[in-house]
Antibody, heavy 121, light 108 residues
Framework: EVQLLESGGGLVQPGGSLRLSCAASGFTFSKYAMTWVRQAPGKGLELVSAISGGGGSTYYADSVKGRFIISRDNSKNTLSLQLNSLRAEDTAVYYC??????????????WGKGTTVTVSS | SYVLTQPPSVSVAPGQTATIACGGNIIGIKSVHWYQQKPGQAPVVVVYDDSERPSGIPERFSGSNSGNTATLTISRAEAGDEADYYCQVWFTSSDHLVFGGGTKLTVL
């Protein structure tokens, strides 16, 4: 069974940092692009970042460019998102999601349950 | 930037057909994907590439895309279909992904 399990969320002060992780299982991790999608309380979905299967191509939403860093360790089947210079508007549930192809130009076919990030003083 | 426009809410009687629109400039030339999200749960893809249905998704869910509007159609609506629905498009030319604002489907 394909599974994605996020971890690392929590309460952080504005300007602080946090590292999210996503443990993948049930599929050949290195063959597929991965994404981070967030959802602020009561709001819609926003793609935060994406990375190709080998890690050579990455995408960032304008709202996080220069502050967040996506990475993957294919030897450990793990996706990560480093969140720096956090702002109140980064408060959201962060979902890890798999794409069905090596590159990230497709849909998200499997989602994790999400991890909550709260930025507040 | 590209915008995908969805109605905030749609209501349908049980057993009837619900249609949820996703509007965007010449969206008909793009691949549109649809997600269902129930309260407190992660999204689930119900239609991808305009009209393809993942395994496990009932045939009652279908999609179409032409001109400036993509449409998700839910036939024989059930109470369990109540959820938020989001459309999504990748713009490879500008390397940009857009979600619609979401539509809350009520079955009453």
């Amino acid at each position: 069974e394909v599974q994605l399990l996020e971890s690392g969320g929590g309460l952080v002060q504005p300007g602080g940092s946090l590292r999210l992780s996503c443990a993948a299982s049930g599929f050949t991790f290195s063959k597929y692009a991965m994404t981070w999608v967030r959802q602020a309380p009561g709001k819609g979905l926003e793609l935060v970042s994406a990375i190709s299967g080998g890690g050579g191509s990455t995408y960032y939403a304008d709202s996080v460019k220069g502050r967040f860093i996506i990475s993957r360790d294919n030897s450990k089947n793990t996706l990560s998102l480093q969140l720096n210079s956090l702002r109140a508007e980064d408060t959201a549930v962060y979902y890890c999601a798999k794409q069905p192809e090596y590159e990230y130009y497709y849909h998200m076919d499997v989602w994790g349950k999400g991890t909550t990030v709260t930025v507040s003083s | 930037s590209y915008v995908l426009t969805q109605p905030p809410s749609v209501s349908v009687a049980p057993g009837q057909t619900a249609t949820i629109a996703c509007g965007g400039n010449i969206i008909g030339i793009k691949s549109v994907h649809w997600y269902q999200q129930k309260p407190g749960q992660a999204p689930v893809v119900v239609v991808y590439d305009d009209s393809e249905r993942p395994s496990g998704i009932p045939e009652r869910f279908s999609g179409s895309n032409s001109g400036n509007t993509a449409t998700l159609t839910i036939s024989r609506a059930e109470a369990g279909d109540e959820a938020d629905y989001y459309c999504q498009v990748w713009f490879t030319s500008s390397d940009h992904l857009v979600f619609g604002g979401g539509t809350k489907l009520t079955v009453l």
